[in-house]
């Protein structure tokens, strides 16, 4: 697949103007990040998992190593705008991210200070609002809307400069269950049916699960990389390093500690479910002498 983000080694420290006054956040970080691929980044706060994301677009620039998009150093001043034009943020508190009073104002926002024709940013608004499912809340005030409802908006300013990435900082965060569903269809959506890329960081386990590829940060370095089954069946690990997995990958694991050998690698219910109606029916026939471990 061909690849969109990689960083080289990268490091990033502040540096506070003193001798020897610094704090380093990342630690040689290597990644590559392909084309049309969901991941989800992991990690407890202090990790670097914002401030790595936050390099994807020349928000911050490396101390140490290099990154590139697309094959455009950040490093290279006269490349920022190529960048930022390539990848997209949304954050996770959506009052931050609007400015208008009317949706489609709010959406057409940056389009209309690039200067982009008025047909085109009709365009351009129309489509963004039907992707994220506002359509009908064109005409409304942003601040009528719910949590969600908000965050769908701001994920639509985004999808209007036609980035080929979204960077989702905690995009759940501060919303309510049903806010998180639909933001979460929506992240969904733009991978499966639009093949965006898409960096999500999240502290829910549930809806890491749902990427392509999951990345775990641990002080300011890459600790797990790999598919979500195989990173969330390392419970211990993850565990050792103040982080939790799907409820139903922790009862698997609780429930193989008492000798009843569940597949280590369950991520849904209707998996976990499967799996102990197979042991269940199984259990019988075996005398209940099945042997424990890993499935």
């Known amino acids: 697949m061909e690849t969109l983000i990689e960083t080289k080694d990268v490091s990033f420290y502040y540096n506070f103007g003193e001798e020897n006054q610094s704090d380093e956040i990342l630690h040689g970080v290597s990644l590559s990040i392909p084309k049309g691929q969901f991941i989800a980044v992991l990690g407890h706060n202090g990790s670097g998992k914002s401030t ?58 940056a389009l209309e200070n690039l200067g982009v024709p008025p047909d085109e940013i009709r365009r351009r608004v129309d489509e963004a609002l039907q992707t994220v499912r506002m359509s009908d809340y064109a005409k409304h005030a942003p601040h009528q809307l719910s949590g969600g409802q908000k965050q769908r908006v701001a994920i639509a300013g985004v ?36 093949g965006t890329t898409i960096v999500m960081i999240t502290h829910y386990m549930d809806e890491a699960a749902l990427a392509d590829r999951v990345v775990v940060m641990d002080d300011g370095r890459i600790l797990l990389d790999g598919v979500p089954r195989k990173v969330f069946a390392d419970v211990e690990l993850m565990k050792s390093v103040g982080l939790d ?50 499935a």
């Open 52 to 109: 790595l994301a936050k390099h994807f677009n020349a928000i911050y620039l490396p101390s140490g190593g290099t990154v590139y998009v697309d094959g455009l150093d950040t490093l290279e001043e006269d490349k920022l705008f190529e960048i930022r034009r390539r990848i997209g943020m949304v954050f996770q508190n959506p009052d931050n991210q609007l400015v208008a009073t009317v949706v489609e104002e709010d959406v057409a926002f």
């Open 159 to 194: 999808l209007a400069m036609a980035p080929s990435c979204i960077v989702f900082d905690e995009p759940t965060a501060m919303l309510d269950p049903q806010g998180r569903r639909e933001v979460m269809d929506t992240i969904l959506d733009l991978s499966r049916q639009q």
């Open 245 to 294: 997995v799907p409820q139903v990958t922790d009862l698997s694991f609780r429930l193989r500690q008492k000798g009843i050998p569940l597949p280590a690698d369950v991520l849904t219910p209707e998996e976990f479910a499967d799996a102990l109606v197979a042991y269940l029916e199984g259990a019988p026939d075996q005398g209940g002498t099945q042997e424990t471990g890993d």
